[in-house]
């Protein structure tokens, strides 16, 4: 139903403010009403902020660590993540809960004490992958490094590229994915998104030395798989070629929608690839602006034809 505005006499304040809680009865789905909150984005990248903290340490806020101090620092930190990790946890858990038991937003208090126990057991497991984290992340800077001739050095990288900032969150955000947490790792992905204009889904399977150039406008769908040592421009589009439907009309989830690029593949500038079967293999080189909806055998190279330019 589309909204239609009329000018009507002026309204008093309380007037207005019963007009807005009748149409809280009527419009239930972009609400939230009840005692069981919701995660907060102002803790969630205040959470981010403290993995950026432990993942690249002497690169943020704290930058005069060394060895005398960064045991205590990094204690620190990780003693206040976990208590604010913890707590968003629970809240998604309890979301998810009333969500798919279709109930109004109430936990008992049994049940939120539950909630909070799976939560704090799901924090500790994250917060033990930092290291692994860690690992791969030093391979996406060397990626960066390798793969970019403007590059000076990796401090250039981890300071200044946003592509590997959008890889951390993102790398972040699919461990939480993987513990199957609600909620929060999309709430992570598209903050990273709002920043660096790289749109990549929690539930892309991203392996090492991955680089993403310049990478304003780049768009990684939840099921694409990308091998080792990839390189993607700005613009690139690994999308879905069609969305099936049931007999009722309703989207079929869970199926593969995105393509699967292999090791050691380049795609540049504005080139978009589309399909859950569509396969680009090892070694090859996608060209600007090409469209792709089937596979690519290994080591090939796909270009658009040369446009014919008019100059007056």
């Not at 803790?43 to 690249?56: N, R, S």
């Not at 005398?68 to 858990?93: A, H, M, P, W």
């Not at 692994?132 to 300071?159: K, M």
């Not at 609600?182 to 709002?194: F, S």
Request: net charge negative.
């Amino acid at each position: 139903m589309t909204p239609h505005f009329i000018l009507a006499k002026e309204k008093t304040l309380p007037e207005i403010t019963n007009q807005i809680l009748d149409s809280c009865t009527k419009l239930q789905k972009i609400q939230h009403l009840g005692h069981c909150p919701l995660p907060t984005y102002n803790t969630v990248t205040e959470i981010l902020d403290d993995l950026f903290e432990l993942i690249y340490p002497g690169y943020g806020k704290r930058n005069n660590l060394h060895a005398g101090n960064i045991t205590y620092y990094i204690g620190e930190v990780l003693n206040q993540l976990f208590d604010k990790l913890s707590v968003q946890i629970s809240r998604s858990l309890c979301q998810n809960h009333l969500k798919s038991a279709c109930v109004e937003a109430e936990c008992n208090p049994r049940v939120q004490q539950e909630f909070d126990i799976k939560a704090q057991k799901i924090t500790l497991e994250f917060l033990a992958r930092i290291p692994q984290l860690r690992e791969i992340l030093q391979t996406d800077v060397e990626a960066a490094y390798v793969g970019d001739p403007a590059c000076r050095s990796d401090t250039e990288v981890v300071f200044c590229y946003p592509g590997l900032k959008a890889i951390t969150v993102y790398r972040i955000a699919h461990e939480l994915h993987l513990l199957n947490v609600p909620l929060i790792p999309r709430m992570m992905t598209e903050w990273a998104h709002q920043l660096t204009g790289i749109d990549i889904h929690p539930g892309a399977k991203i392996s090492h030395h991955f680089f993403i150039d310049h990478g304003t406008g780049v768009v990684i769908g939840e099921t694409c798989e990308i091998g080792h040592w990839v390189k993607l421009y700005q613009g690139v589009t690994l999308g879905a070629l069609s969305f099936p439907t049931d007999d009722t009309g309703n989207l079929v989830r869970g199926l593969k929608r995105h393509p699967t690029l292999d090791n050691h593949v380049i795609i540049y500038a504005n080139a978009t690839i589309l399909g859950g079967e569509t396969v680009i293999g090892h070694h090859s080189v996608i060209g600007s602006s090409a469209w792709i909806i089937k596979s690519v055998e290994p080591h090939s190279t796909v270009m658009t034809e040369r446009p014919n330019l008019r100059i007056k």
